[in-house]
């Protein structure tokens, strides 16, 4: 890179705001007096994905930053196509780019070649690597396998551990995580419809006998189910019917745990391309915890609280945030 530029165009999604775009942006600055920031429009974003956070919720995130890092260096505006004002802007010198975008801002100097344009200056900034070597991006942090700072939700090396609950944890787990639909136990379509028709998109998760076989009453499959063949801690004379789903992985988490099986069953049907259900011989009960930290960001999980009705929480960030203080203070079983 030469003299600082004066003008510098870069363009992005700019969703759920991480150290990466702050990362692009203050490589923006380094390189150039000032820069606009064009964020893609929410009818381009739809088409990435319906996860993707709104155009103002996005800007005011990006304009956020800068307040505290720009020193009014930096401009907003909307990005409606693919290539924006820079093919005939020629009152700008420079265009950021990341690795993948490399050959749009090539397309775009091309472009301006054939209007008679300068071509702008482009500068490609590495992407940032999160704490096991993977890319930090938007993309990761919907899917929910990261957060906003390049963390973990669940490293690797801890998914082959066996946990065990301690008593602090008691009063905390009887919170819900979710909203409580209520309903009477032995009418469970009432408190399960009032839940389902609250749910607009997203993975379905269900877990518990009851919460499973409420679901295909209904004619409901749910994505994901969680089963053990108890409720209540009693066994059920009538089981789930298995043959619903697509496929069934058995695993082993004994009452009070969470185990290396249930959380490698857990992740397995998460990447799966049918419908699921483990199978767990011991206790599904806790599995929420984990099925939080590995799910993507919008996943439903679903679950009963005995004598009141049904449970609803949407994964997001602060219940995975959650959930991973909550694993922390679990004991580790050597």
């Not at 800007?59 to 004002?85: C, M, N, Q, Y």
């Not at 409580?180 to 389902?196: Q, R, Y």
């Not at 679950?303 to 580790?332: D, H, N």
């Amino acid at each position: 890179m030469g003299a600082r530029l004066e003008l510098c165009l870069v363009g992005g999604t700019f969703d759920r705001f991480h150290i990466g775009h702050a990362h692009l942006l203050t490589n923006t600055l380094a390189a150039a007096e000032l820069a606009e920031v064009w964020i893609t429009s929410d009818e381009m974003a739809r088409i990435k994905s319906p996860q993707i956070e709104s155009f103002e919720t996005r800007r005011e995130a990006v304009l956020s930053w800068a307040d505290v890092h720009a020193d009014g260096r930096i401009k907003t505006f909307e990005l409606k196509d693919s290539f924006g004002p820079a093919p005939k802007r020629s009152d700008c010198d420079g265009i950021i780019c990341t690795p993948e975008t490399l050959s749009n801002c090539n397309e775009i100097n091309s472009r301006r070649l054939a209007s008679g344009l300068t071509p702008l200056e482009v500068i490609e900034v590495p992407h940032l690597l999160d704490d096991e070597g993977g890319l930090v991006s938007s993309t990761r942090i919907r899917a929910g396998s990261i957060s906003r700072e390049g963390k973990s939700w669940l490293l690797s090396s801890d998914r082959s551990k066996d946990y065990l609950m301690t008593d602090e944890l008691d009063l905390e787990l009887k919170d819900p995580f979710g909203d409580l639909f209520t309903g009477p136990d032995n009418v469970c379509e009432i408190a399960m419809s009032s839940a389902i028709e609250s749910i607009d998109s997203g993975l379905l998760v269900a877990v518990g006998d009851i919460t499973v076989s409420t679901l295909l009453g209904m004619e409901i499959i749910p994505d994901i189910a969680f089963v053990d063949g108890y409720t209540k801690r009693k066994e059920l004379p009538k089981k789930v019917d298995l043959q619903a789903f697509d496929a069934v992985i058995n695993c082993s988490n004994p009452a009070g745990s969470l185990t290396a099986s249930l959380i490698t069953a857990i992740d397995t049907a998460l990447h799966s391309d049918g419908t699921v259900c483990v199978n767990v011989d011991g206790e599904e009960d806790l599995a929420p915890i984990i099925i939080h930290l590995l799910a993507p960001i919008g996943s439903n999980i679903l679950y009963g609280q005995p004598g009141e009705g049904v449970v609803l929480a949407q994964t997001g960030e602060l219940i995975k945030e959650r959930c991973k203080i909550i694993l922390s203070k679990f004991e580790v079983r050597k």
